[in-house]
């Protein structure tokens, strides 16, 4: 498989870095191809402005979606948008790789994910009526690919339980999940959380390794969460809600989960 590793820490001797190299190091042992985008080192530039889109006048009124799909389908993309786009259209799996900062990414992934995710691309696809509403929610671009996080949290795994203090962890994951992956297409994958990250020593990061390598192993086979496609009969259209009789008694995040 040709795997993409977008990650996000600042310093390599981390134990993301850590975990990166292992990833890496696994993968290719079993005869993967991988890209890093190693995004600090990069240098990536977080903030979606003006300068990403040639296409923007000087004196026009700099509007985010359309400028951003009018550069997608002239070539007006900045090179650093156009070439990340390239390695996800290359990419059979995409892991992105961080760690747990205010119970989400940090910024310069989420930078990654505004930029890169073009008009066009990412969103904005497919035929939109009063019948479809895109092709979205299991559809897109990047359908038939796979994604899995790989997160580590400070928090404990009781903290991230169901009645835990800081909500389950599925919930905190759910917008990247369900928002960032599965939106534009991707077969999300369970993901995989090291937590009580600060107490890791040689032992825990060896019984660590250990897991991390069986789901790396894994990547082709490991069953995708079910979230419900959005045009296969459980949404109404153009409400998009679930229809009455689709799980009846849940409401929230977990109703989307087939
Ligand atoms: P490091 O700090 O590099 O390492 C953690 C431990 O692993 C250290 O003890 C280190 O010695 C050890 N280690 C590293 N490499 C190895 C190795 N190869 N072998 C053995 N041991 C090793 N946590 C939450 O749960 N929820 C939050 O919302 C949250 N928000 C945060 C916001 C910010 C801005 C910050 C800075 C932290 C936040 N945290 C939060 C905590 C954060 O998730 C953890 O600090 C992070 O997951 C640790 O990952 P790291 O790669 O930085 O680990």
Known sequence: MNILLVYAHPEPRSLNGSLRNFSVRRLEEAGHVVQVSDLYAMNWKASLDENDSGATQRDARFDPSLDSKHAFEHGLQSEDIAREQEKLMWADTLILQFPLWWFSM????????????????AYGVGEHSDARWGDRYGEGTLAGKRAM?????????SHYSPRGINGPIDDILFPIHHGILYYPGFDVLPPFVVYRSGRTDEARFSVMCDELGRRLDDLA??????FRPQNAGAYDIPGLTLRPEIAADTNGFAAHIG
């Open 106 to 121: 940090p910024a310069i992934l989420k930078g990654w994910v505004e930029r890169v995710y073009a008009y066009g691309f």
């Open 221 to 226: 086979n490991t069953t995708p969460i079910p």
């Open 149 to 157: 996080l790989i997160v580590t949290a400070g928090g404990w795994e």
